[in-house]
């Protein structure tokens, strides 16, 4: 059974800057698009970037600018870098991945992650 595990996360002011990590093992890793949502109490989970197997990123408007993702497919990780944090990205993250070409939808993720929390003071 393939598993999906963050680190990085933690509290940062805002402008500041976070990297998340998220290591993947027992999957066949070049085959699979990675990504990150997020989750913020009382809210539903929402997609932040993705990046597929093909290299293709993608990534939600609130994000666009600051954030950018990146895989090592010979580490079998993917690393969210997070730049000019604002207080509205303090939210739960969650690795994520399929074997979908790209994905923006819950319901697309075959594998989640534990999460790793990220909280931005202003």
């Known amino acids: 059974q393939g598993q999906l595990v963050e680190s990085g996360g933690g509290l940062v002011q805002a402008g500041g800057s976070l990297r998340l990590s998220c290591a993947a093992s027992?999957?066949?890793?070049?085959?699979?698009?990675m990504g990150w949502f997020r989750q913020a109490p009382g809210k539903e989970r929402e997609f932040v970037a993705s990046?597929?197997?093909?290299?293709?990123?993608d990534y939600a408007d609130s994000v666009k600018g600051r954030f950018g993702i990146s895989r090592d497919n010979v580490k079998r990780t993917v690393v969210l870098q997070m730049n000019s944090l604002k207080a509205e990205d303090t939210a739960l993250y969650y690795c994520?991945?399929?074997?979908?070409?790209?994905?923006?939808?819950?319901?697309?993720?075959?594998?989640w992650g534990q999460g790793t929390q990220v909280t931005v003071s202003s």
């Open positions: 990046i597929g197997w093909n290299g293709r990123t």
């Open positions: 994520a991945g399929t074997l979908l070409p790209t994905f923006q939808k819950v319901a697309d993720i075959a594998s």
């Open positions: 027992g999957y066949t890793f070049t085959s699979y698009s």
